[in-house]
T-cell receptor, first 113, second 114 residues
Framework: GESVGLHLPTLSVQEGDNSIINCAYS??????FIWYKQESGKGPQFIID?????DKRQGQRVTVLLNKTVKHLSLQIAATQPGDSAVYFC????????????FGTGTKLQVIP | DTGVSQDPRHKITKRGQNVTFRCDPI?????LYWYRQTLGQGPEFLTY????????KSRLLSDRFSAERPKGSFSTLEIQRTEQGDSAMYLC????????????FGPGTRLTVL
């Protein structure tokens, strides 16, 4: 079955530096990925998505890279701010008429002022 | 606010009691999902509605759990005879329902079973 997982459970970054959060997936047929941000006590918030026909997508201060060869994706946050402190999930919607999303454990990003 | 809303935000109950949570999806979103999240874990899928039809239920959804979406708009999740292991954050999400679409989550209902 499909699975998503994260390399590091916690990432500490100095304010102003760039952050890179990594994610591996196992299903080579996966064609759509989403990054969510979850702050303490809140529901996951959509950040950015990417489809398998792309290898890079940029948003506001965020970039997602997809490497289908090694089944890896990453989320890059530029100029990390204290408000970026949260748990970040790489998520994979299943495909088959509906979208059951499979989440990994998550990476906790701590921004050091 | 036009996002997904959930009520209540927090619920404390005694073991054996029944509880019901409500989710109001984003207007005109056809798909509605329930997830459960325990501390330190990612959300786990529970069930899914396409309009008013419940099309998928996870094995996590025991017979003590029931979900409805009677008019294809809001949804309720009921847990009967609650157990301490039911303590978790219950998240609702909705999506437009076109192809591989993005789910938008509500703030969740935090359930504590004493």
């Amino acid at each position: 079955g499909e699975s998503v997982g994260l390399h590091l459970p916690t990432l500490s970054v100095q304010e102003g530096d760039n952050s890179i959060i990594n994610c591996a997936y196992s299903n080579s047929a996966s064609d759509y990925f989403i990054w969510y941000k979850q702050e303490s006590g809140k529901g996951p918030q959509f950040i950015i998505d990417i489809r398998s026909n792309m290898d890079k997508r940029q948003g506001q201060r965020v970039t997602v890279l997809l490497n289908k060869t090694v089944k890896h994706l990453s989320l890059q946050i530029a100029a990390t701010q204290p408000g970026d402190s949260a748990v970040y999930f790489c998520a994979e919607p299943s495909y088959g008429g509906y979208q059951k999303v499979t989440f990994g454990t998550g990476t906790k990003l701590q921004v050091i002022p | 606010d036009t996002g997904v809303s959930q009520d209540p935000r927090h619920k404390i109950t005694k073991r054996g009691q029944n509880v019901t949570f409500r989710c109001d999806p984003i207007s005109e979103h056809n798909r509605l999902y329930w997830y459960r999240q325990t501390l330190g874990q990612g959300p786990e899928f529970l069930t899914y509605f396409q309009n008013e039809a419940q099309l998928e239920k996870s094995r996590l959804l025991s017979d003590r759990f029931s979900a409805e979406r009677p008019k294809g708009s809001f949804s309720t999740l009921e847990i009967q005879r609650t157990e301490q292991g039911d303590s978790a954050m219950y998240l609702c999400a909705s999506s437009p329902g076109q192809g591989p679409d993005t789910q938008y989550f509500g703030p969740g209902t935090r359930l504590t079973v004493l």
